[in-house]
DNA sequence: TATATTTGCATCGCACACGATTTAATCGTG
DNA sequence: CACGATTAAATCGTGTGCGATGCAAATATA
């Protein structure tokens, strides 16, 4: 590619990535507006749901963010009712993550919200093998972009 | 899929360009703070370098952008020297945006910086194709969840 | 066992995103 | 021309993201 063409907007691959993402918040917006929450409080709900009990630091791990994004996160969702913080004994460091009878329930509400998403891709001809192609392909720059910088030799 | 699976992290789309997304601002970032830039205001400058003196209304309509996201961003721009913002004579309420001697500059030293991306994901066996494929489905994406939803029909 | 290091979480400051609202300029219609 | 509707920016409030820093608990090491 010229080197002239390199920077317009329209050959650059982080765009579409960064558009996208906030596309699909604001699609789902309306719908988690329904159950109180915002796009990164339905993520750890997600994870919640398939892991109840877990410290901020696992939920981080699983989420790729850190403490100083999910801390008060969490504690907006507390107020809310959606889960409980509790030091563990083992360890007092380590703040462990309890979803309530309310967080609980909100799964099945939650459920029908990511087939919306699908269908509005679908019902406009995007076909189902682009949307596992571009998360597998997804998957594997997460792999690539996500690595411990302090692992490899550098230099 | 089994509705059980429907909910868990692995099987959602949202989450790994949510993910990835962010990684590439982060991946990004180290080369951005040489020039003094965020990441989306190096997005503002990728569109000026096309074409400078563009509205903010335009700027925004390009990279998919409200003005109570822009306008402050700009604002912040000017005083970096990046840019300057003047009131249209044809239209008061237009606020038209140049890119100043220091803005113009940036652009060399920004040339490299998409290509660093490009590098360390071919470098970790990614293939051009997937890039290329990728960008593609994305950009379908973006036409159909960026439609003005007055358009249609909406009962 | 005393001390240095590491770890888990929280806090602070800054810069987005974005819904809602405001203000001022322009446009459309009669 | 009058005046309501529309449009372009800006402002406000809330909620992320994240680098830098702080702090206390746990661990490693002398």
């Given amino acids: 590619m010229k080197k002239e063409e390199q920077l317009k907007l329209e050959n650059q691959i982080c765009f579409p990535i960064y ?11 309306p719908h988690l507006d329904k159950l109180g929450l915002t796009y990164p409080q339905y993520l750890v709900l997600l994870v919640l749901w398939e892991e109840n009990g877990l410290s901020v630091n696992k939920i981080g791990r699983k989420l790729l963010l850190n403490t100083n994004t999910l801390s008060p ?17 083992d360890d007092e460091r380590t703040v ?13 509400k ?3 919200i ?15 093998s682009d949307v596992i ?4 392909t997804l998957d594997s720059w997460i792999n690539i972009l996500a690595e411990d910088p302090e692992s490899p030799a550098d230099k």
């Avoid at 192609?133 to 597998?136: E, M, T, Y």
């Fill in 19 to 29: 558009s996208v993402s906030r596309l699909i918040t604001r699609a789902y917006k």
């Fill in 73 to 89: 996160l969490i504690k907006r969702m507390e107020k809310n009712e959606l889960l409980t913080r509790t030091r563990s004994k």
């Fill in 96 to 108: 462990l993550v309890d979803l309530t009878e309310k967080g609980i329930n909100l799964k099945e």
């Fill in 110 to 112: 939650a459920a029908s």
């Fill in 114 to 128: 990511p087939q919306e998403l699908l269908n509005t891709l679908l019902n406009e001809d995007v076909e189902p």
């Fill in 133 to 136: 192609l571009l998360k597998k």
